[in-house]
């Protein structure tokens, strides 16, 4: 599925993923290829990123590496829409 990261200053990551799991403010969850549409509001907590990325230079101190495959990022809240195998999170 493919995977877009947008903050107020920049877009963060895009590109494909195995999965994708966020702090939702109802508890954390997580998506994978072909999961219902959704929209739901993030709050403060970890986006966790299964799969092999390639992070641009001037965006890898944003993130850090979890255990095997896993990329995490930060947020302090922000939106995710999951719709036709795309992911889009507008973190803050």
């Not at 963060?12 to 997580?30: A, D, K, Q």
């Not at 994978?32 to 101190?61: C, F, M, R, T, W």
């Not at 947020?75 to 507008?90: A, F, P, Q, Y």
């Amino acid at each position: 599925m493919h995977l877009e990261i947008v903050s107020p200053e920049a877009t963060l990551f895009s590109g494909e993923v195995t999965s994708v799991s966020v702090p939702g403010v109802n508890g954390e969850f997580e998506m994978l290829n072909n999961h219902a549409p959704i929209v739901s509001l993030l709050k403060e907590g970890v986006v966790k990123i299964s799969g092999s990325i390639v992070l641009d230079e001037d965006v890898q101190d944003k993130f850090s590496k979890g255990d095997k495959n896993t990329t995490l990022l930060k947020i302090n809240s922000g939106t995710i829409e999951m719709k036709d195998n795309k992911v889009i999170v507008l973190a803050d």
